[in-house]
């Protein structure tokens, strides 16, 4: 649904991505993830023609997002970090807004709206930041576009709308719709997003399923500092200290995303032979 | 490509509905405003001066060129915002939709709902007037040939104030009066030194000012009085044929190419 082809990309003379190539199938909540300034967000906005790359290819569902063709348009949507509400009543603003997206659910909407308990009466610029934020959700997820983009989506919100966010957007995803959110907060996406992306200077440097995460890499808690071989990645805990390492046992507890994060950026080369070792042994 | 990609009625419509709700607050504070100022002009001018016949033609070609012009300049302030550009460069229409909407906005859009606007005005203030001080301005009338050309000449201008909007990204009106500014005396200053050039016999000595002032040698001027014709015929053609189309079209392309990372 989503690929890629050798994208650059930069800002003046700040180059961000170098050659980057990813595909993505619909069905999937995809997580990208990445340290600030990696270019998550960048990447979401070349996906939705807000920003053109220099050179490479991308095709969403056959279109090329810069082309801004207005049946991509009506088939995506991006929910940003940032956003603008005009000062609309709730209906108003489905009444001005819902006509551009043919797919859109109008019972959907009222559901969701319903279901964040977001006032109806009040203007929407008058909204809090979490309450705006609940509020684009609520419509992007009405408009039933196969590309929902999701930038940061739980930040600003409160703890019972975190747990409400995970719930709606588990049951949003269907066969034909591609979900990516990108995020900081990966303890809000845990059992949420997968496959997991990773991407650093430019480059995706991980890309894998959940299935696969867990079937590959265990963790474990020991008490002395770790001098196993293959520990891929170790961190200090008052209790002693929690390490990455090759799941040789067939231990099927997983791995917290945050963990998964810290090993990957800070041993991508070890990550990398362990995961390309697997593929090699799966494929004999 | 499917001519629905490019251009639907239903889309535009959806357009100019949106924009029409989007800053219906921002269009009635203003109009409220200029109806108020309109008024007080008409008043004073009934009750102090001798009324006058030509009151409302005057505010008209000053609403159409400050208050059209600055509108005009304002048009892609959506697009040029951070907070609102990727709102409106996501919003699903085509950008020919986008800029045919806002084009036509803010040139028979703003032309129309000034000329009905100041005649409805125009009607109510004297008839006021009438009744307050029995004397009275004389009402506007749209439907004259001073009117209509205004009408066209305001198009030729927007154009550069449209393709302004598009291309700035602050400060819209005051940059495209300096560039305007700046293309003048650029164009003026290459006249001279090509003119300078071509007609070395008749200018010498032109720019070199004495007491009596610039040495013109009028005597070898002679042009044939058809010529001055034929080229008046083709700057007036030229004028109205070549920049409304020229700028809209480039502005267009600037809207094609428009990305969020030249917000700010």
Aim: glycine residues 6%; proline residues 4%.
């Amino acid at each position: 649904m989503l690929n890629i082809s050798n994208l650059d990309f930069a800002y003046k003379k700040t180059k961000l991505f170098n050659n980057l190539s990813l595909q993505m199938e619909a069905g999937n909540i995809y997580g990208l993830l990445g340290k600030n300034g990696a270019g998550k967000t960048s990447l979401l906005k070349i996906i939705s023609g807000l920003l053109f790359p220099n050179t490479g290819t991308i095709k969403v569902n056959g279109f090329i997002p810069q082309l801004r063709n207005p049946e991509f348009l009506q088939d995506i949507f991006f929910l940003p970090e940032e956003y603008y509400l005009p000062g609309l009543k709730a209906v108003e603003y489905k009444n001005t807004y819902a006509p551009f997206y043919p797919a859109f659910d109008e019972s959907r909407f009222m559901e969701l709206l319903n279901e964040f308990q977001l006032p109806t009466d009040r203007k929407l610029n008058s909204f809090s930041y979490g309450q705006k934020k609940k509020f684009l959700i609520s419509f992007g997820i009405a408009c039933n576009s196969h590309l929902l983009l999701l930038d940061e989506p739980t930040n600003g919100l409160d703890i019972p709308s975190k747990t409400q966010f995970r719930r709606i957007i588990a049951s949003t995803g269907t066969e034909n719709r591609l979900i990516i959110i990108s995020t900081h907060q990966v303890r809000d996406m845990e059992n949420l997003i997968d496959p997991i992306i990773i991407i650093d200077n430019g480059k995706v440097i991980f890309n894998e399923s959940i299935e696969r995460i867990t079937d590959t890499l265990t963790v474990r808690k020991i008490s002395n500092e770790p001098e196993y071989k293959n520990v891929l990645y170790s961190e200090k805990e008052i209790d002693g200290y929690k390490i990455v390492m090759t799941n040789n046992d067939q231990d099927q507890s997983g791995i917290e995303l945050e963990t998964l994060f810290n090993t990957v950026v800070t041993n991508p080369e070890g990550i990398k032979s362990v995961f390309n070792e697997g593929t090699n042994n799966g494929n004999n | 490509m499917e001519t629905t990609n490019i251009f639907s009625p239903g889309r535009l419509l959806y357009l100019f509905k949106r924009d029409l709700y989007s800053n219906i607050n921002t269009t009635i504070i203003t109009s409220g405003a200029a109806m108020a100022v309109i008024y007080l002009i008409s008043a004073i001018s009934a009750y102090y001066g001798s009324p006058s016949d030509q009151l409302y033609y005057n505010l008209f070609t000053k609403l159409l060129f400050i208050g059209g012009l600055i509108a005009t300049s304002t048009i892609f302030r959506e697009m040029h915002r951070k907070e609102t550009a990727q709102n409106y460069l996501l919003l699903p229409a085509s950008t020919f939709e986008k800029f045919f909407s806002r084009l036509f906005i803010s040139t028979i859009g703003f032309a129309v709902i000034t000329i009905v606007g100041l005649t409805i005005i125009s009607y109510l203030s004297e008839g006021i007037n009438i009744l307050i001080i029995n004397r009275h301005n004389q009402i506007f009338n749209p439907f004259t040939k001073e009117v209509w050309i205004m009408t066209a000449h305001y198009f030729v201008i927007q154009s550069i104030f449209f393709l302004g909007a598009v291309y700035f990204r602050k400060h819209n009106f005051i940059k495209t009066i300096n560039f305007i500014f700046l293309f003048t005396i650029s164009i003026s200053l290459l006249g001279i030194f090509f003119t300078k050039i071509i007609y070395f016999d008749i200018f010498n000595d032109f720019f070199r000012p004495d007491d009596a002032g610039f040495l013109f040698q009028w005597n070898s001027l002679s042009i044939n009085p058809k010529d001055i014709n034929t080229i008046t015929t083709i700057a007036r053609t030229l004028y109205w044929l070549i920049p409304a189309p020229l700028f809209w079209t480039i502005a267009y392309f600037r809207l094609k190419e428009a990305e969020v990372k030249n917000a700010i």
